[in-house]
């Protein structure tokens, strides 16, 4: 049974985990942004790349700088599989798609995602009762899985699963089976919540600005994107084709004893990331503005971590960029998340976007 999260915010949450995004593949999740979107902004669109766009524009020219826009990026995708190579008894050799790896998903069931049907798998590890007669029984009895030792059992033959569709590069995704959240008192936990929780933040942040467009004196643009797990292909695309000096990285944040982050509400403020440093200006604004709403935000340097914002930035694609995130314990894995921690996200970056010129 679905322990349905409650609340109409709680509700979309629960949409979009449901929904399927592998990189390249984001229709589900689209759709569920793209009908909300459209509630807030001037204009919504799907662009060329696969991201959609939606604008709230600011004041007129000589009562603001409506063309210094500001590009807020959350990302569609998740951390999947894609199929390497189907074999002769008509199992799946997979690979991650994305910064995955087989113990963020376990052994579980499986959609295997065709161009119009959705096929039932189960992700496996072989058997425990193995010898050393058997190498990928001993990595997983070391716990040392690797994506060799994986594969998808289908129960179809391979003429059955070419007429179906399945080849090299069909995504592989966690089964809508085993995608409902779970409840653990003021917590929410699931698969995916990166970058669910974010785009739900970035929902809500866009109701918030709308209800102060008179006050907004520049541009937002809600970017959610296409590819960032693999290649932030989307953002870099979408930084190239819209206006706007500034992008700012809505993302879950690690919540890890080396970077002195902890579960609670209060958002995390990157400095830097593996791919680039965050331009201080701006995250002193967002830090600001967190405070402004009753907020400690918690400075912290990722560094095994990077975001849509950072690879723009890295790339010369921006001048100035931020990244704000929700803390979240298993990144990656079953995540979890404060639901007051998402609209701590979503109030601390609506502040900022009305209020900092």
């Not at 915010?9 to 979107?37: F, I, K, S, T, Y």
């Not at 290649?231 to 809505?250: E, F, H, K, Q």
């Not at 095994?304 to 690879?311: L, V």
């Amino acid at each position: 049974m679905h322990d349905g999260i409650t609340g109409s915010g709680n509700r979309l949450l629960d949409d979009l985990l449901m929904a399927r995004g592998p990189g390249g593949q984001e229709a589900e999740v689209r759709a569920v942004c793209h009908a909300e979107l459209t509630k807030h902004c001037d204009r919504v669109w799907t662009d060329p790349a696969g991201n959609l766009v939606g604008i709230i524009q600011g004041t007129t020219p000589g009562q603001g700088a409506t063309n210094d826009g500001v590009l807020v990026m959350a990302h569609l995708d998740e951390i999947a599989m894609v199929v390497k190579r189907v074999e002769p008894d008509g199992t799946l050799r997979v690979v991650a798609l994305g910064g995955a790896n087989p113990v963020n998903f376990g052994v579980c069931p499986v959609d295997i995602l065709t161009g119009g049907n959705v096929l039932r798998g189960v992700l496996s590890f072989g058997s425990m009762h193995a010898t050393r007669e058997s190498p990928q029984g001993q990595d997983v009895q070391s716990g040392a899985v690797h994506w060799k030792d994986v594969h998808v059992i289908t129960r179809m033959s391979v003429d059955a699963l070419r007429e179906a569709g399945v080849r090299p590069g069909t995504r592989v995704v966690l089964s809508q089976h085993w995608r409902t959240p779970w409840r653990v008192g003021d917590a929410v936990a699931a698969h995916f919540l990166d970058d669910r929780a974010p785009l739900l933040a970035c929902l809500e942040a866009a109701a918030l600005v709308a209800s102060r467009k008179q006050e907004l004196h520049r541009d937002v643009y809600f970017v959610f994107t296409t590819q960032e797990e693999e290649s932030n292909a989307g953002a870099m695309y979408a930084a190239r084709a819209l206006p706007g000096d500034t992008t700012i990285a809505v993302e879950v944040g690690p919540v890890m004893a080396e970077y002195g982050t902890r579960l609670c509400a209060d958002p995390i403020i990157s400095t830097g990331d593996m791919k680039a440093y965050y331009t201080r200006a701006v995250a002193e604004q967002l830090q600001r503005a967190g405070e402004r709403c009753g907020y400690d935000p918690q400075y912290a340097l990722l560094l095994d971590f990077a975001s849509d914002a950072s690879a723009v930035l890295a790339s010369g694609l921006c001048a100035q960029a931020g990244c704000i995130a929700i803390p979240t314990e298993n990144t990656h894995g079953f995540e979890m998340v404060l639901l007051e921690g998402i609209s701590a996200c979503a109030r601390t970056l609506s502040h900022y976007l009305v209020e900092t010129h």
